[in-house]
């Protein structure tokens, strides 16, 4: 089926990525005394409410590959704004991968589902880490484990957040 692209569309998709900025930058103060705390890289947490918006925008959109556009784009802003963290230029990297993996998972889940918000959060987020960890952090064995492990729980938890703000968008006919 053929989606036309529409304004509307477009300009949703570009308040997601600004959107997500923005979540990144309120939430990150929030959560490094937290990730601080157990001596972790506080952007395995924030990254989750970052790529929150990006599934949002494409579930709405509902075109193939939006997600991976979004968050390149996210990814470009990012890195021309300074927002780049430990990554520099691999900032690109960092977060259109999670793009591309919400891309799959849309590809075999319900549109709108809850099981879609969190898979594709959750997923996201992990290989947003993995790559992170990867390219700078270098964190070994059970210091790399409990990271994971704190970036799939916060992921899953915005995918659950990102679910009912879809559903209130949805049940407001803002959609």
Do not use: E
């Amino acid at each position: 089926m053929k989606h036309p692209i529409q304004t509307r569309h477009l300009v949703f998709l570009s308040l997601c990525v600004c959107g997500g900025l923005i979540a990144k930058r309120v939430v990150t103060p929030v959560l490094n005394p937290l990730t601080d705390l157990i001596r972790l890289p506080g952007g395995g947490a924030a990254a989750a409410f970052s790529l929150l918006f990006i599934v949002l925008g494409c579930t709405v959109t509902d075109w193939p590959f939006a997600a991976t556009l979004s968050a390149l784009v996210q990814g470009a802003l990012a890195f021309c704004l300074g927002m780049t963290g430990y990554q520099g230029a691999f900032t690109l990297l960092t977060y259109s991968v999670p793009g591309v993996a919400t891309d799959i998972v849309r590809r075999f889940t319900p549109k709108g589902s809850a099981i879609y918000f969190f898979l594709s959060c959750c997923l996201g987020n992990l290989l947003c880490a993995v790559i992170s960890n990867l390219l700078v952090f270098h964190l070994r064995s059970l210091t790399l484990l409990l990271w994971l492990l704190v970036a799939a729980c916060f992921g899953g938890l915005a995918g659950i957040l990102g679910h009912l703000v879809y559903g209130r968008l949805k049940k407001a006919a803002v959609l």
